[in-house]
């Protein structure tokens, strides 16, 4: 078998007059972490949606673990785990009684049920808690638990649906410790996520915008083809009074918010520099640090779905 | 900043909240003066949300007191409502209404009407570049645009202090970037804003921020303090394979943690210029390819990463 653990070609959805995700073509190989991002509402949960044969495409084709998802969505469902920010545990069971729970729920065999509990909850790093309520653990421990249900199947590929949404660094941390012993064990692991640090963390990223995707490729790969030139990291005070100011600039491209500073990206890269401090001096900003930097995901990310945005893909 | 000190608008002395066996909040001092800009950050169940509902009034204290603008919050809570904007995690918009619609809804509650809410609304509306989408039904809204409905809602009473709980979470960075554009320009505009967040490069935004676990603040004060005050000096390192690059620069003597922060690592150390060495030493010794090893500023998700260790419990 050289089959690609997920395998989509123009795949493509549509509500009435309105293609949530059209002509998507990509492939996850074994043990590959492969990151899915972009804004909210370009089509990231519908095409894990449909990859996991809970929707039907309106046209093109997408196999996982070799099963066609519009044809064979039963094989499918068996071979892939599925876990969202939204997943549903019982608050009022204890941690190994949802093991126990969606274990039948998945069909895992009584004889091998104990021994999958038993590494769900190592994996998962849960073992002191296997009989806490699971409404007593944050929400971090939670989102182990949550992982450590949809794996006890020991799918081939898992859909992780923005897994980390509002968890502290520390639990995504553990959490992506979790996804690359899993990526290691030959595991397909097909993530979205808005935190840029984890997308930088991915094998390959896929950027979709408008129901397409835009951009695929490592993050040094991305990182490489774009914006490289001309970026500016600024040190100022009132940073955002500074974008404001920068923003209607001219010679400046782009300027927002970045970290406790501002990114700039100018057009003349020889004299932007010098330009940035001039309009930061002459409003009072007291610019402590204009100097070129590396661009990072993110300003890629922004780059990329702005320069879309210009050209109206939607 | 700290050179004009400003009045307090929200004060919180020895706040705690005890839930049957959990204490949520305990014992926390709070300052936040007029205009400034406050970020909560800690991991979850660390209180954040249990401290903004107690200051909106939402929840009451099983001790100490917190006045907002000035007034008491358990016995003047009218003059206080009056006063706040509240943006709770869980959104609060009606979804089957457009985005006017709920602007209108959210005003006549507080008694905007006429000439008044419609001018308020108009400005809010454009002021969020929202104005194109005001016919929109608000669950047809991304969720960037429906974090920036909700914080139009909060504004329509010309609030003092605007509290906002989690308000960019699950938010992809483009629209988190236009959100904060907004905070800062309501900032300029003298409105104090307490937030929280999971994401720490936005606290490093903030005035100040405070480091809230298991309830308590383990740090508070402007981000570059809470830096130095750590005495703690960052090296980042990008190797091949990280994985490997990880155990051998924890096992480094001088180096107290390591952490990978995207595809790099961050090594924690006393002295950066004593570890290098002996670091990429231990890196080369153990196979690692080494591309870059250079001190970098020490950002506050090290430094939480930091005190949490220190307090010594177990990590969440």
Redesign the interface.
Same mark, same amino acid.
């Given at each position: 078998m050289s089959e690609s653990a997920v395998e989509v070609s123009g795949l493509t959805k549509r509500f009435g007059d309105f293609a949530a995700v059209e002509g998507v073509s990509f492939a996850v190989e074994r043990g590959e972490v492969f990151g899915l991002l972009?804004?909210?509402?370009?089509g990231k949960s519908t095409t894990i949606r449909m990859l996991c044969g809970i929707l039907a495409p309106t046209s093109g084709e997408g196999r996982v673990g070799g099963h066609d998802v519009g044809r064979e969505p039963e094989a499918v469902r068996e071979r892939i785990g599925y876990m969202s920010?939204r997943f549903s545990l019982y608050l009022d069971l204890t941690t190994e009684e949802n093991l126990e729970f969606y274990g039948g729920i998945y069909g895992v065999a009584r004889e091998r049920l104990s021994e999958r509990i038993g590494w769900a909850l190592e994996m998962a790093g849960l073992e002191e808690q296997r009989h806490r309520l699971t409404g007593e653990l944050?929400?971090?421990?939670r989102q182990r638990l949550a992982l450590g249900c949809a794996l006890l199947h020991e799918p081939e590929v898992v859909f992780l649906d923005?897994p980390t949404?509002?968890?502290?660094?520390?639990?995504r941390?553990?959490f992506?410790e979790v996804i690359?012993g899993l990526a290691e064990a030959g595991v397909a692991c097909l993530v979205t996520t808005?935190?840029?640090?984890?997308?930088?963390?991915c094998d390959r990223v896929a950027l979709m915008y408008g129901g397409r995707v835009i951009a695929l490729d490592s993050?040094?790969g991305l990182k490489r083809q774009s914006v490289a030139a001309g970026l500016l990291e600024v040190a100022c005070e009132?940073?955002?009074?500074a974008?404001?100011l920068l923003q209607k600039t001219a010679g400046v491209k782009r300027a927002?918010?970045?970290?406790?500073g501002v990114h700039v990206v100018v057009s003349e890269p020889a004299t932007g520099a010098r330009l940035v401090r001039e309009a930061l001096e002459a409003a009072g900003l007291r610019p402590s640090r204009v100097e070129a930097a590396e661009a990072s995901?993110?300003d890629v990310?922004?780059a990329l779905?702005?320069e879309a945005e210009a050209g109206g893909a939607r | 900043m700290a050179s004009k000190r400003k009045r307090a608008m929200i004060e919180a002395r020895g706040l705690r909240m005890a839930f049957a066996g959990l204490t949520a909040v305990d014992g926390i001092d709070l300052e936040v003066a007029a205009g400034e800009i406050f970020g909560l950050v #800690?991991?979850?169940?660390?209180g954040k949300t249990t401290m903004m509902r107690m200051l909106c009034g939402a929840l009451t204290p099983t001790g100490g007191t917190a006045r907002v603008a000035g007034f008491g919050v358990l016995t003047q809570a009218e003059e206080v409502k009056r006063r706040i904007g509240y943006v709770p995690?869980r959104l609060s918009l009606y979804s089957e209404l457009t985005v006017d619609e709920n602007v209108g809804f959210v005003a006549r509650v507080h008694g905007v009407k006429g000439r008044l809410l419609e001018d308020r609304r108009e400005r809010l509306l454009s002021f969020s570049r929202l104005g194109r989408f005001r016919k929109r039904l608000a669950r047809d809204l991304?969720?960037?645009m429906r974090q920036k409905l909700a914080l139009v809602c909060a504004l329509v009473h010309e609030p003092q202090v605007l509290l906002l709980d989690?308000p960019t979470?699950? !938010?992809?960075?483009?629209?988190?970037?236009e959100f904060?554009?907004i905070?800062?320009?309501l !900032?300029?505009r003298d409105i104090t804003i307490l937030l929280t967040t999971?994401?720490?490069?936005e606290a490093?935004?903030c005035a100040r921020v405070g480091l809230l676990h298991r309830g308590r603040l383990l740090a508070e004060g402007r981000?570059e303090e809470i830096r130095r005050e750590l005495g703690l000096e960052l090296l980042e390192v990008t190797c091949e394979p990280l994985?490997k690059g990880r155990e051998a620069a924890a096992e480094t003597p001088g180096v107290r943690w390591v952490?990978?922060?995207?595809?790099r690592l961050h090594a924690a150390t006393r002295s950066a210029s004593e570890v290098e060495r002996p670091l990429r030493a231990a890196l080369e010794a153990a196979g690692v390819r080494v591309t870059s090893l250079r001190r970098i500023q020490t #950002?506050l998700?090290d430094a939480?990463?930091e005190l949490?260790r220190r307090g010594r419990e177990e990590?969440?």
């Open positions: 972009g804004p909210n509402g370009a920010q944050p929400t971090g421990w923005e949404a509002g968890v502290d660094p520390i639990s941390r553990r992506w690359y808005h935190y840029m640090d984890e997308a930088e963390r993050p040094e009132e940073p955002g009074r974008v404001a927002r918010l970045y970290g406790a995901l993110e990310f922004v779905i702005q | #800690g991991p979850d169940g660390a995690q991304s969720g960037g989690e979470t699950g !938010v992809d960075p483009v629209s988190r970037g904060w554009e905070l800062m320009d !900032v300029g999971a994401y720490l490069e490093e935004r981000p994985a952490e990978a922060f995207g595809d #950002g998700e939480f990463f949490v990590p969440a």
